[in-house]
């Protein structure tokens, strides 16, 4: 009987906590001036990161594969036509 109830709280706080999880993007205008260029950058980074992700779920990758596509892909998005990373 206590697992049941142990299993159902957990069960009530994923589902009514899992969107304070999510990770939001950066909104640079709202930080200290002096971290606004790393706000930048990093929002930069989750937008990449964001589409990348809407491509995966466009090609329909395996969860097994997701982290390997996500992860090339972003890599791809941060090369320049030289082949140089953006820093």
Known sequence: ??????????????????????????????????FRAAAEKRRAEQLILNECVKKTNGAKVLK??????????????NQTPTGEAVK
Not at 16 to 25: I, S
Not at 64 to 77: K, M
């Open 1 to 34: 009987m206590k697992s049941v109830r142990h299993l159902s709280a957990v069960a009530a706080f994923s589902l009514f906590f899992q969107p304070g999880f999510a990770q939001k993007l950066v909104d640079p205008n709202t930080v200290a001036p002096k």
């Open 64 to 77: 097994r594969d997701r982290a390997g596509f996500i992860s090339d892909c972003a890599e791809s998005n």
